[in-house]
Nanobody, 124 residues
Framework: QVQLVESGGKLVHSGESLRLSCAAS????????MAWFRQTPGKAREFVGL????????SASDSVKERLAISRNNANNTLYLQMNNLKPEDTATYYC?????????????????WGQGTQVAVSS
């Protein structure tokens, strides 16, 4: 059974950094595209960034790209999201996703597996 478990979310102050983790189990995730999304109450899940199976990163926007970095450790099947210079608008529940079913990597409908999410709150 495939499981994705996010961790690392907490309350931080504006300008601080945070690293989120997504521990994957149930199969090998080497060379599997994995992504981060985020969601705030009442809004649709928003694409944050993708790490392809070959190690290329695609970010949601240039402004996000400057502050975020996605990486993985294949030895322990863990995906990471490093967030720097956090802003109040980064406050959300962050989810990792795996197994992209089509080319629409920005769409939450394109992924087979999801974690339960970890909450990040950024105070001004």
């Amino acid at each position: 059974q495939v499981q994705l478990v996010e961790s690392g979310g907490k309350l931080v102050h504006s300008g601080e950094s945070l690293r989120l983790s997504c521990a994957a189990s149930g199969r090998t995730f080497t060379n599997v595209a994995m992504a981060w999304f985020r969601q705030t109450p009442g809004k649709a899940r928003e694409f944050v960034g993708l790490l392809s199976g070959s190690g290329l990163t695609t970010s949601a926007s240039d402004s996000v790209k400057e502050r975020l970095a996605i990486s993985r450790n294949n030895a322990n099947n863990t995906l990471y999201l490093q967030m720097n210079n956090l802003k109040p608008e980064d406050t959300a529940t962050y989810y990792c996703a795996a197994f992209l079913r089509n080319g629409q990597y920005w769409s939450s409908d394109s992924y087979t597996y999801w974690g339960q999410g970890t909450q990040v709150a950024v105070s001004s």
